[in-house]
């Protein structure tokens, strides 16, 4: 199996920095590709960002120029990078990765979240 272990999530002012982090860890396993998502209190969950593991990256409309993801394979870790913050970027960011298991099959992981709250 594969486990994700996120960090980074806090509490920032408006026009502030933060960068979450995500490992994956476990045996057997190749990475597809790697992304984020974000998830409001009474909102459903909305893809942020996605990269693969040759570096092919998307954004949502709502984060281009503010955002950035990025990945370190040898670690099998993810970042995303988080500038000019607004108050609607407040959410639980989730961790996502799509793995071929040994053997062939295709497989999808959620991380735990992290809280982002963007106030002043």
């Known amino acids: 199996q594969v486990q994700l272990v996120e960090s980074g999530g806090g509490l920032v002012q408006p026009g502030g920095s933060l960068r979450l982090s995500c490992t994956a860890s476990?045996?057997?396993?190749?990475?597809?590709?790697m992304g984020w998502y974000r998830q409001a209190p009474g909102k459903q969950r909305d893809l942020v960002a996605t990269?693969?593991?040759?570096?092919?990256?998307n954004y949502a409309d709502s984060v281009k120029g503010r955002f950035t993801i990025s990945r370190d394979n040898a670690k099998n870790t993810v970042y995303l990078q988080m500038n000019s913050l607004k108050p609607e970027d407040t959410a639980v960011y989730y961790c996502?990765?799509?793995?071929?298991?040994?053997?062939?099959?295709?497989?999808?992981?959620w991380g735990q979240g992290t809280q982002v709250t963007v106030s002043s």
């Open positions: 990269i693969t593991s040759s570096g092919s990256t």
């Open positions: 996502n990765v799509g793995v071929i298991r040994t053997g062939g099959s295709n497989y999808n992981y």
């Open positions: 476990g045996s057997g396993f190749s990475i597809i590709a």
